[in-house]
């Protein structure tokens, strides 16, 4: 029985002083600036942005939690190895130390406390607990004794000055919870669509997806290649049709410099499954941003088929095209459906075989059909060839 009711009184001991101590910390001036200044630059981050003008400054904030937190729990060891691990209830006050008495083992045991060395303390609902210079924690239970001995206590107590009660953790308290509530308020409302640069960080997670372009060599991989990258993250549909256009620039190597096109995709059976914003910039990043939703038409749009860009681009001589142009850059251009009136300028018919036939001089009818250009952005002296595909008319 005895030793059932030592070890309660050990965990409710420890209990205390965990309790008191995290406290003492959590209400400490210098954790209140740093906690302030923390919800200030990620309240500001949220908002605004500015990534290198807060984030440096956030991620002191954290550090210095995360050693703040280090140095409660090594404080906690030495308070629980330098302290006697029990509850004092009787005792007796000599001028300026406690004497406090106990049984163990049947043998009466006796230590001494000087109430100078009271760094700090707490009162509550008949119990005293003293933090001691040394890192030792005292529980004194003044219950069973006179009520002239506690006030006596109590007297000597506030002698230590106003500053071993911590007087200030009730108001700072309040600001913590005050803090606590307009930054959350604050990060709530820069969450809210077109508030705050949260918002857009959000829509960017729902509705955007990256993926690392790994068949980046037109010459080998072609379109299927981009496409197989991309169908890897998003569920492209296989009917496809252009917003506005499709452009790619590339080096002369084949290595994918840009690419751009706005697509909206259909199920098999023609109904409307979503739209796509496809972008790659190898210049900021070797990951293609997919951008979901958009698009305000949700009719397929023949004349802006897909397919035949698709189809041309497995057979289309684009190597052997810009080979004698010695450029650092060039491009391929696709609007889907086009006229060229009856200028036979840079025109070619490419067949499904990848058989390459030209239009007379003159044209006696208009040139029309899916159109893919092959072009030189940074020099618009070369005549682009344009090859009209053949294979679906």
């Not at 009271?118 to 030792?136: A, E, S």
């Amino acid at each position: 029985m005895e030793l059932y009711r030592r070890s309660t009184e050990t965990i409710a001991w420890r209990r205390k002083l965990r309790g008191f101590l995290w406290t003492g910390r959590l209400f400490c001036p210098l954790f209140l600036v740093v906690y302030v200044t923390a919800w200030g630059a990620f309240v500001r981050l949220c908002l605004y942005g500015g990534v290198r003008r807060n984030l440096p400054l956030l991620a002191l904030c954290m550090a210095f939690f995360a050693v703040y937190l280090i140095v409660y729990f090594a404080e906690l060891c030495m308070y629980g190895k330098r302290s006697l691990k029990r509850i004092f209830s009787q005792f007796e006050i000599e001028e300026n130390r406690i004497a406090a008495e106990w049984e163990e083992d049947d043998r009466k045991q006796q230590a001494v406390f000087e109430l100078r060395d009271v760094r700090w303390y707490r009162k509550k609902k008949g119990q005293i607990f003293l933090f001691l210079k040394g890192h030792r924690f005292v529980w004194l239970d003044t219950e069973q004794i006179s009520e002239q001995k506690r006030e006596f206590l109590e007297m000597k107590l506030t002698q230590r000055g106003i500053l071993a009660t911590h007087f200030w953790r009730i108001p700072i308290a309040l600001i913590l919870a005050g803090v606590t509530f307009l930054g959350a308020a604050g990060t709530a409302w820069s969450a809210v669509p077109f508030n705050g640069k949260l918002s857009w960080v959000i829509n960017e997670l729902q509705s955007s997806r990256r993926v690392r372009l790994v068949h980046n060599n037109i010459y080998e991989d072609g379109l299927d290649g981009i496409l197989e990258d991309i169908r890897g993250k998003v569920d492209l549909p296989e009917k496809l049709c252009l917003v506005n256009s499709f452009n790619l620039h590339f080096r002369a190597d084949g290595t994918v410099e840009t690419l751009y096109t706005f697509v909206k995709g259909f199920d098999e059976n023609g109904n409307f499954v979503d739209s796509y914003l496809i972008s790659y910039d190898a210049a900021d990043s070797d990951k293609i941003t997919i951008w979901l939703g958009g698009a305000a038409d949700m009719e397929f749009d023949q004349e802006k088929d897909l397919e035949p860009l698709l189809e041309a681009m497995r057979v289309l001589p684009l190597k052997e095209t810009v080979e004698n142009w010695q450029e650092d850059i060039y491009g391929i251009l696709y609007y889907g459906e086009r006229s060229w009136g009856y200028s036979t300028e840079g025109i070619r018919y490419l067949e499904p075989d990848g058989s390459v036939s030209y239009p007379g001089a003159y044209a006696s009818a208009e040139i029309k059909g899916f159109s893919v250009s092959v072009f030189c952005p940074e020099n618009e002296a070369v005549t682009p060839v344009r090859y009209l595909y053949r294979g679906i008319l």
